[in-house]
Structure formats: structure tokens, C-alpha cells
């Protein structure tokens, strides 16, 4: 699932509140049965210390390799006492920040080894347990390098592993790919896609991208000023934003509008430009052939089709000739089924 907004959106603040860090105002939070908004200090405590979280910055020791930054969490998340159904909510929760958060003393396998010491897992468990979420996130010959010999796309991979490390139902990425650059996101959110596809794990994202919504979710939230304004299937907000912000976000993304400099030079080859919303029921490529029968004409010159969760949709600009009745019916046929407008001067 993906929760999507503008800076001050609340989306941060909601990732507080599912980790117990906030209290909501009013409501219900509930973690597999469990409200979190009931939980004692103590409880919370508990709650925090088995999170893991994929930050957008890699928070790694330094003085750990990166078997020991995976490491590090199986030892720690067992310490303290609690009502077992917390430590198992506790356990269930990973996290995946917008900061890294790896140390920089320790080697990949030590920052992995961490959250595992802190599990309590036993020496030999938690040595097997990190080769096998090194080679999980593809850096099974990097165990032993420390923070500032990887890349900044390999110590986020390190982070997710030490997320990985108690075995979550749950992982939180807050901005996970933030600091990364294109290509290395996509490598990130191809890893987090095995994650969730590989492993049953359910997974938040956090992020202020809609290409990020579009390559991994299957749900979206839209927030703004603190509230989920929209919510629904990644296809549905995408082919038909019902909100001023969701519409915005779908645009930057999509990108299938033309700019004004754009529509100028279009305008200025001839014919009448309509801007159409392509949906699977929108009934374009009938009107599209009535209009041919009728002797007129019609050309793509901006926009497209996108393909997301097996569903086709788009928005495309196209120049349309020919008689004027074949013209008018073009448009009065496609005004009953989807929407569509013409670009006038």
C-alpha cells in the first residue's frame, strides 16, 4: 500500500502513529487485533524497540560491517519485559526510513547482526540468519564491508535487510528511495516488490512520488492537511483522480497534458485538438472509426495509453478533420461516455 502527499500531508506523522511514537487525537490504531493507542509507556517502549523501519537515510554504524549492522537487531529486540502479544506485534513491524540509519562502525552483516542480538537469538542463529538476508538483498560478497564502502543503493539494501532481520508482517518505508537516484530506485523498489511478492510481507510506502505508487503499490491513500482525502486501487486513482491533489500527483506523473508552448505549435498545424480521458469503457476507438466512416480524420499528437494492474488507461491529445458533422458527432459521441475537451485559442 501507498500513502502519498505534499510536505506537512501528515504522512510521517502516520507512520508515528502505527509505530506508537505518536497518539492519535482520537480512534482506533490496531496492529493485528491490538490497538496501539491503549498501550501503556511500558508497552510502547516494547512496541519501538522491535520496529524496523527503511529509512531514506541509511543510519548504519560505521564501526559495523554490514553483516553486523543486520546483525545487531536479533540481538536487542528480545531485552525488556512485556505481555507476549506485544512482543510478538513488535516483532511483526519492520521499517524502512528516509534515512538509512546504518552504523557506520559496523560492517553490513554487523548492522543486520544488530537487530538480531537485540532479538536474543543465539550466536550461531543469528550468523546463518544474516547470510541469508545478504544473499536475500543481493550483497552475499559484502558482509564484511562497513558503511562507507558501499553505495548509497547497497546500504539501503542493508537497511532493508535489517528491517527483514525478526522475520515482519509488516515493513514501514518512509521515503525509502529519496536519496537515491532513479536508476538506484528502481533497484530498491524491485527488491521491495520481491519482498512483499517472495516473502507475504505487507508493506507501507511513504513517499511524496507517484511513479513510486505507480511501480509498487496495489492501494493508495492521499493525504492532505493531516486526513486521507482518497483512497483506492492504484489504477482507479490513477485513471480517474476524483481530488485537486490526487489529480495533481496523477499529471506530474503521467505527464500527458500538452504545456502551453506545446499546444501552441500544435494549434498552429490546423485541425480542431480535443483532449481526451482514455478509459477500457470510454468508447474512443468506435467513435475513432465512426469519425473514418464519416469521412474525417484523426492523428495522436500528445499523451498515450499506461497499463497498471492488468487495466488500460490514458490521456491523449489528438487532431481531428473532416466534415463538421463528422466532427460534431465525434465529440457530442464521446462527451456521454468519458471526458473530453477541446483546446481552443
Known amino acids: ?12 506523522t502516520l507512520v508515528r502513529m ?11 490504531l490496531l496492529l493485528d487485533g491490538v490497538d496501539v493507542v491503549s498501550m501503556s509507556e511500558r508497552e510502547l517502549r516494547t512496541l519501538r524497540r522491535n520496529i524496523g523501519m527503511i529509512f531514506q537515510q541509511f543510519n548504519l554504524f560505521n564501526s559495523r560491517s554490514a553483516a553486523g549492522n543486520i546483525e545487531y537487531p536479533l540481538k536487542l529486540a528480545g531485552k525488556g519485559k512485556a505481555e507476549p502479544k506485544l512482543r510478538t506485534l513488535r516483532r511483526n513491524i519492520g521499517m524502512i526510513f528516509q534515512q538509512f540509519n546504518l552504523f557506520n562502525s559496523r560492517s553490513a552483516a554487523g548492522n543486520i547482526k544488530y537487530l538480531l542480538k537485540r532479538a536474543g537469538k543465539r550466536k550461531a542463529e543469528r550468523k546463518q540468519r544474516v547470510s541469508e538476508l545478504l544473499d536475500f538483498v543481493g550483497l552475499a560478497d559484502r558482509g564484511k564491508n562497513y558503511p562507507e564502502q558501499l553505495s548509497g543503493g547497497q546500504k539501503q539494501r542493508v537497511g532493508i535487510a535489517r528491517a527483514l532481520a525478526t522475520n515482519p508482517t509488516l515493513l514501514l518505508a518512509d521515503e525509502a528511495t529519496s536519496a537515491l537516484d532513479p536508476e538506484t530506485t528502481q533497484e530498491v523498489l524491485a527488491l521491495l516488490r520481491k519482498v512483499n511478492q517472495e516473502l507475504g510481507i505487507t508493506i507501507v510506502v511513504i513517499t ?5 505508487i505507480r511501480s509498487i503499490a496495489d492501494k493508495v491513500a492521499v493525504m ?5 482525502v482518497e483512497y483506492g486501487s492504484v489504477y482507479e486513482v490513477f485513471s480517474a483522480p476524483q ?10 506523473s503521467l ?9 501552441a505549435s500544435l494549434q498552429a498545424d490546423g485541425g480542431r485538438l480535443f483532449t481526451i ?7 474512443f476507438f468506435d467513435a475513432a472509426s465512426a469519425l473514418k466512416a464519416n469521412g474525417g480524420s484523426i492523428s495522436i499528437v500528445h499523451g498515450g495509453v499506461t497499463t497498471l494492474q492488468e487495466h488500460s488507461f490514458g490521456k491523449m491529445t489528438v487532431r481531428v478533420g473532416g466534415p463538421n458533422a463528422a466532427v460534431e458527432n465525434f465529440y457530442t459521441t464521446l462527451q456521454k461516455s468519458t471526458d473530453i475537451q477541446e483546446i481552443v485559442r
Open 208 to 212: 511524496h512520488e507517484m511513479d513510486v
Open 1 to 12: 500500500m501507498g500513502v502519498i502527499g505534499y510536505s506537512g500531508a501528515g504522512k510521517s
Open 224 to 228: 492532505e492537511n493531516g486526513r486521507v
Open 277 to 283: 480521458d482514455l478509459t477500457e469503457d470510454s468508447g
Open 18 to 28: 502505527i509505530n506508537g511514537l505518536d497518539t492519535p487525537t482520537s480512534g482506533e
Open 243 to 252: 481530488t485537486r491533489v490526487a489529480q495533481r500527483f496523477v499529471a506530474s
Open 255 to 263: 505527464r500527458n497534458t500538452p504545456d502551453q508552448v506545446e499546444t
